[in-house]
Nanobody, 115 residues
Framework: VQLVESGGGLVQPGGSLRLSCAAS????????MSWYRQAPGKERELVAT????????NYADSLKGRFTISRDNAKKTVYLQMNSLKAEDTAVYYC?????????WGQGTQVTVSS
């Protein structure tokens, strides 16, 4: 199993970024996918989850309306569109897949929101 995140970077407050997570090594279309983030000195927290076919999406309450999770099963990729970014969104963002008792994480991509 391999999960490779990309799309992070430095963005000004109010800006947007789209993160991607390319998956391989498992049947991507069969599993829900999630994005998490971890800010310096804080625990990793759930950002959003999308069901296997994309019909159900759930978000952390504090992020609703600004972040959108989506997926393309043909490309085996999950996305996180982040709008109206704030300094407190600065973190390393990870994608995750849970297959039964097996949890797989990507290496993460750094998002820094700063002027």
């Amino acid at each position: 199993v391999q999960l490779v995140e990309s799309g992070g970077g430095l963005v000004q407050p109010g800006g947007s970024l789209r993160l991607s997570c390319a998956a391989s090594g498992f049947t991507f279309s069969a599993y829900s996918m999630s994005w998490y983030r971890q800010a310096p000195g804080k625990e990793r927290e759930l950002v959003a989850t999308i069901s296997s076919a994309g019909g159900t999406r759930n978000y952390a309450d504090s992020l609703k309306g600004r972040f959108t999770i989506s997926r393309d099963n043909a490309k085996k990729t999950v996305y996180l569109q982040m709008n109206s970014l704030k300094a407190e969104d600065t973190a390393v963002y990870y994608c995750k897949v849970q297959r039964g008792t097996v949890t797989s994480w990507g290496q993460g991509t750094q998002v820094t929101v700063s002027s």
